[in-house]
């Protein structure tokens, strides 16, 4: 019962680890450079440990909704390479929007447990590096350094708005809406389970 038990550990630890660094790795490609290439292989392994748990929450309705997305998916994956779009780019995407349904029979189980403090957490941290690089460009007094590195680099773009406001749009901003909409979604839910989980 021991050893269970040291598995069961072993292995939502191992879940919790990728979870985290498949997080990290799209939260932060602004500013760390080349972490982008850790996303998908973090997620794969992700949702291998996690399959146990697909499987047991799946039924025929999801997995015939989800086999006329993936049909959808492929005619775009066929449009996209006729149109001679770079192909790395193209599997990239394809492998992203194709193991997305998958989350949505993990989530209930993750709220239970740590993945979902995880998330938020590091999406805090997230906005806090946004934060910093706002005062830093404060502190600066010019922007176009930070846009520059951004530019170069492939990151996005930080810019003036109406010459008022600085805009960073840079990778890994855009999950922080969701984060925000899952916090309060799922703690209105789940009556509490993020505290007291």
Do not use: W
Not at 49 to 57: A, D, G, M, R, Y
Not at 116 to 145: E, H, M, R, T
């Amino acid at each position: 019962m021991k050893n269970l038990l040291y598995k069961v550990n072993v292995f939502q630890s191992g879940r919790l680890l990728f979870f985290t660094g498949a997080l990290f790795c799209y939260y932060f490609q602004f500013p760390l450079k080349g972490v982008s290439s850790y996303i998908i292989p973090s997620l794969a392994v992700y949702l291998i440990l996690s399959f146990v748990i697909i499987i047991k929450n799946i039924d025929i309705t999801d997995l015939s909704l989800i086999s006329i997305y993936y049909i959808y998916l492929s005619i775009i994956l066929g449009v996209s390479a006729f149109k001679f779009i770079e192909l790395g780019r193209i599997l990239r995407f394809f492998i992203i929007l194709a193991v997305l349904p998958l989350f949505c029979f993990v989530n209930s189980y993750d709220v239970k447990n740590k993945l979902f403090k995880v998330f938020i957490f590091v999406s805090a941290l997230k906005a806090l590096s946004q934060v910093i690089v706002y005062i830093l460009i404060l502190y600066v007094g010019d922007f176009k350094p930070f846009r520059y590195f951004a530019q170069s680099n492939h990151m996005g773009d930080i810019y003036s708005y109406l010459n008022i406001f600085i805009k960073i749009q840079v990778l890994g901003t855009p999950l922080l809406l969701f984060a925000v909409m899952a916090y309060f979604e799922l703690k209105k839910n789940t009556i509490g389970y993020f505290f007291y989980c």
